[in-house]
């Protein structure tokens, strides 16, 4: 055996990005390593010269031919440490391109381009001189100045805790009834109009929650410290490490203007808090970049929804397969455009600092790692104001999350269900589905497995839930003709 191959195996390995050939891997190994090698290296050079000197070069050949072997792992065993697999990922790309490629020509010489702008226009509007789902999102200021001025109240003690918890519950329910109603008797707004304002409604109901809860405990720790509070309500910050800070800090209740409501309401968070943290500056190059990636995901996100089969037979399941890959495709282009582009633009315009909008959930190898991974803002929202609360009041681990999976179920079903005018609960047992298959992937699947796991459900399960709600939203509104005629 070699000196090489001596120093090698599982005490001196270390992870390997590249694979190179034996000599250099050597020549590598004595640059990195030059003691104790080094000097018997040196004595063997020496040798190796001499014996070139003596015109021996046919000797020394025999000998490297014959230390061919060193001690080593091979590369796809996990042992080898090897970790570079970016060659397959690319290849992994290619056949991606290619297999879609493939769907593409296939989808465009059998239904021809259904790609159409004029189309977009009226998933917005029926009538261009109705605009009902804009009016709806305008009307939602009075539930936000009302909200505003119950925490006025509250705070310098005019109404009782009780009764602006009362006005509070009463302002949120209605932020949820009022939409609802709204799109369920108005005929002129279109689907797409009632998601978009419903959506609205629902993240309103979110931050408003947490406007509530955040200034509750204000209230809370000011009354502790109420004997020692005597200074006023605000006071100026010092400039932060940056240097460039000239905001100003604000204490409660200072902060219930409207300029700090309306703040938290177009940032980029359901999370309210005193004093968010803020970039700097707004840097031109990174909102730019960020506006061309929303516009141009935006039209491609359309083209692709607009030039994807939906299948609607009655045999929904197998003719599935045929629309999950774009559907997939879909929803992961949607995941960027949404928290990533048009976040990150809206948080750039605000100088909003916080820009965990979402974590590695592709790595997820638990159901359970992905839902708090990949839409941080709701996440947040749930530890912050339902899960801890629950567990603080002593809930089971369990319960307390099936609790939020269950409110989280009932927020999936009303935003499909309400602006479709259509009540099918997939949408409600899709997210309810996810307990089951938690427990089930936590305990049998773990690593890869568990990652594949993840992957399935999301590439198989979601566009399945999708699928239902096109069927029936299509056989509903179109009837059985067009349901023979598609087969
Ligand atoms: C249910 C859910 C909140 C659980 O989240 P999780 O991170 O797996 O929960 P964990 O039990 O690991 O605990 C999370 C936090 O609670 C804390 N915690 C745990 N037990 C606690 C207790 N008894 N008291 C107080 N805090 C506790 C943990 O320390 C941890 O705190 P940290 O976040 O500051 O580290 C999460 O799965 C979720 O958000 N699900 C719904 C997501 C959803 O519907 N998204 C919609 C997207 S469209």
């Known amino acids: 055996m070699s000196e090489t191959a001596e120093t090698r195996g599982p005490v001196t390995r270390r992870r390997r990005t590249t694979i190179t050939s034996t000599k250099q891997t050597k020549r590598q190994d004595a640059r990195e390593k030059p003691s104790p090698c080094s000097a018997k290296e040196k004595a063997a050079d020496k040798v190796q010269k001499h014996a070139n000197n003596n015109g021996n070069v046919e000797k020394e050949m025999g000998k490297s031919t014959q230390q061919c ?14 970790s570079n697999y970016r060659g397959i990922l690319n290849w992994c790309v290619v056949m991606l391109v290619l297999s879609n490629a493939r769907l593409f020509l296939e989808n465009i010489i059998k239904y021809g381009i259904l790609v159409d702008p004029i189309q977009v226009v009226s998933l917005f509007l029926k009538d261009p001189y109705s605009w009902p789902a804009a009016c709806l999102i305008i009307v939602s200021n009075v539930f936000i100045l009302a909200a505003l001025y119950i ?27 009022f939409p609802s109603a709204s799109i369920l008797t108005v005929t002129s707004i279109t689907p797409v109009g009632g998601v978009l304002s419903l959506g609205t409604y629902t993240v309103l109901f979110l931050k408003l929650y947490s406007y509530m809860d955040s200034n509750k405990w204000c209230r809370e720790i000011r009354h ?13 910050i010092v400039a932060q490490s940056n240097g460039s800070a000239a905001n100003t800090n604000v204490s409660y209740p200072g902060n219930l203007t409207h300029r700090d409501m309306y703040y938290f309401i177009f940032a980029p968070t359901l999370c309210y808090q005193l004093n968010f943290p803020r970039s700097p500056r707004i840097r031109k190059r990174f909102l730019i970049r960020r506006l ?49 582009s048009s976040l990150n633009f809206v948080a750039e315009l605000l100088q909003f600092g916080d820009r965990e909008f979402y974590r590695d959930w592709w790595n997820s190898e638990t159901v359970t790692y992905f839902w708090a991974n990949w839409n941080i803002p709701v996440h947040k929202w749930c530890l912050r104001h339902f899960y801890k609360p629950m567990l603080r009041k002593g809930v089971n681990k369990f319960l307390a999350q099936t609790a939020v999976f269950l409110a989280s179920a009932f927020f999936h079903e009303y935003l499909v269900s309400v602006p479709l005018k259509m009540f099918r609960l997939w949408a ?4 309810m589905a996810q307990v089951p ?38 056989v509903i509104h179109y009837g059985r003709k067009t349901e023979a005629a598609l087969i």
């Open 69 to 82: 072997h060193n001690l080593q792992e091979s590369l796809l065993s996990s042992a080898s440490g090897y």
């Open 151 to 177: 925490e006025r109240r509250l705070a310098v003690g005019t109404i009782s805790e009780t009764t602006g918890l009362i006005l509070h519950l009463f302002n949120l329910t209605s932020l949820l009834i």
């Open 224 to 236: 502790a410290k109420a004997k020692r509070m005597t200074r006023s309500y605000s006071c100026p």
């Open 292 to 340: 061309f990636e929303m516009l141009f995901l935006m039209q491609l996100l359309v083209g692709l929804i607009q030039q994807t089969p939906f299948p609607l037979s009655s045999l929904i399941l197998p003719l599935a397969a045929s629309s999950q890959v774009p559907n997939h495709l879909i929803w992961l282009i949607f995941f960027y455009w949404f928290f990533h």
């Open 428 to 431: 409600f047992m899709g997210m």
């Open 437 to 474: 298959l938690a427990l089930f992937v936590s305990r049998f699947l773990n690593g890869n497995y568990g990652n594949a796991a993840v992957w399935i459900s999301l590439i198989i399960g979601q566009p399945i839930a999708v699928l239902m709600y096109v069927h029936d939203y299509y």
